[in-house]
């Protein structure tokens, strides 16, 4: 227990306790005073990585998905190349590793296409897209405590996938129609525009 | 401590512990057997509430943000009208109260567009996003522990806000950026791809 008296914003922040850690996730409680000016609890969610996200794009137009069963909400689940890269690592480089690591995949290229936050009433999460191309595939070397598949499909499938909901993955529907905008404004990179069909 | 052998698809859940509750999340730790067969131990983040957004559109293409300052990651963000609703409750009638409160607005006309699982590996928590058209402006009701700021703008200006990343909320985003998409296709309600300028 720390009895910091800070302010975030209107907020003002009476004492923090740390009442829950695992590897990954962690719980700060705090006593608030809130921006109304009446006193409160506020239990942050915060998460030990930052969320790195990868739309790999192949001179065919082709994207990768990766599939595996998501234990929270207890369904399978079709999304892209995703993962948790160490806050003290560039997110790119933890991007690279995620990529390759569940699909075999290295990329020639790499454009950061978005930032997000992904529940910033609850948790601290940040995410980070990319978008990766000239590709080169390889062997994969997932996690040991991951069981993965992993399709390879057209871009345009993927993001009907997306906006019809069998993507329900915020972070994957977030990239895959940021690049459907990107591309219909043209202001994607060349080659990623030529295979997917974009006006340049 | 309940002990429950069961299977969440390739996992295992050996037991199951309640961790931490407040009000609004909990955390359920389980120890597992994970998919590649090694015991494990998986903390869930429970959010008591679903989240709902709402795209509200008036007849001259403008759309309503409401700015707070996020507690999480301590920053003001500019966002579309959200909150959770009850979980026993229809996404729409908490969409409904939301946007009454937050913004003072009434909507005739409600369409649901988009359902989203906002950090699948860490929570449970789900977004129900709906388009709300045929408006009415009445009196806002915020919560009293909230200090909120509205501001009416046109639907481009909003997506280009969320593109450009001056609004992270990844729900916002996820919204703004299907209207886009649905909107070029000829997808939307006649009324809102009128007021929007998108083909009927």
């Not at 997110?91 to 290295?106: F, N, Q």
């Not at 454009?111 to 992904?118: P, R």
């Not at 977030?174 to 990179?189: A, C």
């Amino acid at each position: 227990m720390t009895e910091t008296p800070a302010r975030r914003g209107p907020w003002i922040v009476n004492a923090t306790r740390r009442v829950y850690d695992n590897p990954w996730i962690g719980i700060s409680e705090h006593d608030v005073t809130d921006p109304g000016g009446n006193p409160g609890l506020y239990g942050v969610c915060e998460v030990k990585s930052v969320a790195v996200g990868i739309v790999p794009v192949d001179a065919q137009g082709h994207v990768w998905l990766v599939g595996q069963h998501r234990f929270p909400r207890d369904y399978y689940s079709w999304e892209l190349p995703e993962g948790g890269g160490r806050l003290d690592v560039p997110p790119i480089d933890s991007a690279r590793r995620e990529l390759k690591e569940e699909t075999g995949l290295t990329a020639g290229n790499w454009l950061e296409i978005l930032h997000t936050d992904f529940s910033n009433a609850i948790s601290d999460e940040i995410g980070v897209g990319f978008l990766a191309w000239d590709l080169t595939v390889g062997d994969a070397d997932p996690d040991p405590d991951e069981k993965i598949d992993i399709r390879r499909l057209p871009f345009a499938a993927a993001l009907e996938m997306a906006l019809a909901g069998e993507i329900r993955d915020a972070f994957s529907q977030n990239m895959l129609m940021k690049v459907e905008i990107l591309g219909r404004r043209g202001s994607l990179p060349g080659p990623v525009a030529d295979a997917l069909g974009y006006p340049a």
